[in-house]
Every structure is written in C-alpha cells, then in structure tokens.
C-alpha cells in the first residue's frame, strides 16, 4: 500500500510539474490556421477577391468595414459539401470585434444563406472594434458539412482600453440596452449557485476515500456497501433542489420577461448574384507544372480574346494569394502584402492579344508563397489540380476575368 501511495505522490508531482511548465510558456499565436487548410480547398472552393478593408487601424468603438467580392468556383471538389447552407463570418482570434451587420447582394444576412456554385456575389461586413491589440481579420464562409473557408487576412491595430467598449441595443419593446454589460450581475449569480451546487455534490462524496479503497471493494464483490441509505436520501435531496431551483427560475424569467421570441434559424434563399459580364477570353490550360526547387508554376495557355479591344493578362489569382504582372497591373488596396507577388506573374509574350487573334503564351507564376502558404500540398494530393482567376486589362483599363481549372504535374528538377 505504501508503495502504491509513493507513486500516486510521485505522479501527482510530475503532473504538477508539467502544468505549470506550460502555464510559463504559453505563446500567442500570431495568426489562424489558414496555411494548415488543405490546398485544394483554397483555390478550388471559394475565390475571394477586390477586397478592401476600410482601416488599418481604429479606437475601441470605432467601425471597420470589409468589402469585396467571392465567386463560388465551378469546380468545386466532390469532397466538400456544396454551400447550401453557408454562413458568411468572420475570422478573429476571439471576440475582439463584434459583428454588427452582414450583407451578401445587397441583403441582409444574419443567418445562413443558400450559394449557387458558379455564381459570384458581393458582400460586407460592419465591425465594431471591442478589445485593444494588433488582430488579424479575414473573411470567411462557414458551410455546412464542409468547414469554414478561410479568405485572406489583414493586420488591423484596436487603441484604446476594452474598459470603454459599449454595444447599446434598442429592443423591440422599445428597452434601451448595453449588451455588453447587460444583466451581467444576474449571469454571476446563476453560475456562482451552480457551481457551488455541484461543488457541495462533489464534496460530498470525496469527502471519503475514493479511489483505490473503493476499487478494492468493487473486486472484492462488495460494491452495493458503497452507496449507502444515507447516500441515496442525500441524492434525491440534491435531485429535488435541482428541480425546484430550475422550476423556480423558470417561472420568475417568464413573469420578468413576458415578451420574447426564439432565436431565428433557418436558410435565406433568393441571394442575387452579381450580373458577370461574358468571358470575352477563352483559356485552355495546355499544361501546368509545379517546379518545386524554383518554387514556380509554369503554365502554357491558349487564349483567345473574343472582345472588342486588346488585351494582356495582368494577374493570376489562387488561394488568396495574387501574383500579379507589374508591367499591366498594379495593387492599390492595400491587400495584405504577404499574399501580394507584386512581380510575380511573367508571360513569354506580354504584348497585347488583339481582337479575334488566339495565342499561345509561356506563363509563370513564381512566389515564395507557394511554400509558406503549403500550396505546393496541392502535388502530393490524390486529385492534384489547381484552379484560380485570370485577369486581363485593356489599354482603358477596363478589367475582364475568367477561371481555369486544369490538373498540376509537379518537377523536381
């Protein structure tokens, strides 16, 4: 026995010893999870893009808007399920902004909403600055059944101290209310009894010994002299007062609150889509490989411009990150400049494709990002395709688009 008890002590020491190890250490983490989310479902999902964050830097209480657009690829994989319940959020490392309002085409989206593959829509999202700190903020669609989506992230700096933070909110019966702070005396209350509830639950029964004498009188064959009569009156009494409590404070929140309604689900249908204009670019993907020591994607593209002005192609999107052709187009948005290859799109022959005329071009799409984002994953996966968005400008500036799909052979030489 006295053996037993001496690694019982030893263990508890390691243990302890281990806690407070990481209680010491405990890093913050300087962004999301995004790079760990599988390649394919990056460029193969949801394509955001034109996005804008309206601050860089805001107080406590003050608004920061996220604009754009995301298309809903129509290649989307057959392992995802597709967004008919999607829900448009936001990515932060818990709630240092509070969402305020959501708007996909225009319309107002609190709850889920239901997304037609193929189609692109515009949307925004209204934030309220609560908790002060340097926060990465990206957008993001929750579906169901496939996970949430992340979209590219931007650094945004909150000042101030969350001591000042309010969020007031006019009810429907007219009760003027902060909802940061409200009835939060009452909150404390309901999880201080029950805590102290279970706490007396607890004590009770450890205040004899628990764990090996009672093992031993289970083998033993004497496990019904474990829960005596007394311990059976002790629970029915801890049962009723359970019961009461719950009936007691049922009936006092209706008679306090006569007037409320339950909480809304359900799918918002009928999302207007953006009215695209036609592909006046046809691509055909001839072949696409991934160099890996050159951290590269070379693609040969047939293109044939069907417009009416000429045209160059200016930027390759994919996976949040734009490799753009710096003698065609240029950022100006401010987007994250970890996912902007500035001078990262090179085409064998940049002269502009004139109307009617069909070429084939060298194309390479080169960037550290490839790797310190793991879309290079995308060699090793058994469907090993890429995907993205093709922009081309005219000498105007006008802009058109279009997607490719195609499979990705990856070189190791």
Known sequence: MKIIKDRIAKWSAVGLLIALAASVYAPTASAHGEKSQAAFMRMRTIHWYDLKWSKEAVNVNEEVEITGKFHVFEGWPETVAEPDDAFLNIGIPGPVFIRKESYIGGQLVPRSVRLEVGNTYDFRV???????????VHTMLSVQGGGPIIGPGKWITINGSMRDFTNPLTTLTGQVIDLE?????????WHSLWYAFGLAWLLYWVRRPIWLPRW????????DELV???????????????????VFAMSSANSQYPVTIPLQAGTVRGIQPIAMPKHTQKVKVEDAVYRVPGRSMNMTLTITNSGSSAVRLGEFYTASVRFMNAEVAKDDTGYPEDLLAEDGLTVSDNSPIAPGETRTVKVTASDAAWEVYRLSDIIY????????ILFFWDAAGNRTQTTIDAPLIPSFM
């Open 126 to 136: 209204v934030l309220k600055a609560r908790r002060p700190g340097d926060w990465h």
């Open 181 to 189: 702070t409200y009835n939060l005396d009452n909150t404390y209350f």
């Open 216 to 223: 031993l009188m289970v083998k033993a064959g004497r496990a």
């Open 228 to 246: 005596s009569a007394g311990d059976r009156k002790v629970a029915l009494g801890f049962g009723a007062a359970t019961i009461l409590i719950v």
């Open 381 to 388: 996966d058994p469907d090993s395709r890429f995907a993205g």
